[in-house]
DNA sequence: CCGCGATATGTAATAAAACACATATCGCTA
DNA sequence: TAGCGATATGTGTTTTATTACATATCGCGG
């Protein structure tokens, strides 16, 4: 097998996409959204946490920040009781989900409708 | 003054869009092509790293970082001579700055649209 | 042929972000 | 009421990214 008589790599798009406080702070990224989702599922923080392979410090962190500059709860706090705990996601959570889904979508689209643009572009 | 009924706070969309190699790395991006554009108008690394308020070594290493992962040259390089030394962009890098000009407004507009439906399906 | 100013690059110092570890609190259940 | 398991949170440690500093090379012009 030679290698291609172009030193020229193959190049991808790539974005990121996050909600924002005014501070510039992020806020819900790709990992919080999901945590989020995992929390859903689980209906716990520390098993969320494990599922997604973070510690349960940086999660429990990355809710407690996104909610502070979002001004108000993703979830829905239990501390002891029969399982020791758990964690549900508010209404509102839901719906920033959901949101953040559609976004995603949109912007996945866009990108690629773009990307067939811009690779010939370059040539 | 007295402070909003709400506690929300706005919450802005920001993306951030890149090209990367295979590895996953990124080359271009904010930062790079805002350099490039100064390059492009200084005629000069030197001046470009200080019209952006960033290092010389810094500025040098992401221009060879992006060189090294794309596989081609972004800059004609000169060194010695009557002003001691100057880069210029290559007709490649004039044209990817062109592209991702293009992609970038295409993101934007995307964005935008999108931007009204979130909002009001979060609230 | 020496000095100027820019490119080229290694390495040390510093700052910022992530992670690890320790500890406290809570409410059910045995 | 002691213990279990999850939430809650401070603090030290490690890793990673950025900046700072030092030095070499180059080619023209005086």
């Known amino acids: ?28 990224e790709e990992n919080q959204y999901l945590l989020l989702r995992s929390i859903e599922e689980k209906g716990s923080l520390k098993a969320a946490a494990e599922v997604l392979g973070t510690s ?5 962190g990355d809710i407690k920040n996104a909610e502070e500059l979002l001004g108000y709860e993703l979830t829905e706090k239990q501390r002891g009781g029969i399982d ?13 989900l959901e949101a953040y889904d559609a976004l995603h979508k949109k912007m996945d689209t866009a990108i690629e409708d773009a990307y067939e643009d811009f690779k010939e572009s370059i040539k």
């Open 1 to 28: 097998m030679k290698p291609p008589r172009s030193s020229k790599k193959d190049v991808f798009l790539r974005y990121k996409l996050w909600l924002s406080a005014v501070s510039g702070e992020g806020i819900i």
């Open 56 to 60: 349960y410090r940086k999660a429990w």
């Open 84 to 96: 020791g705990g758990k964690s549900t996601l508010t209404s509102k959570a839901k719906k920033l």
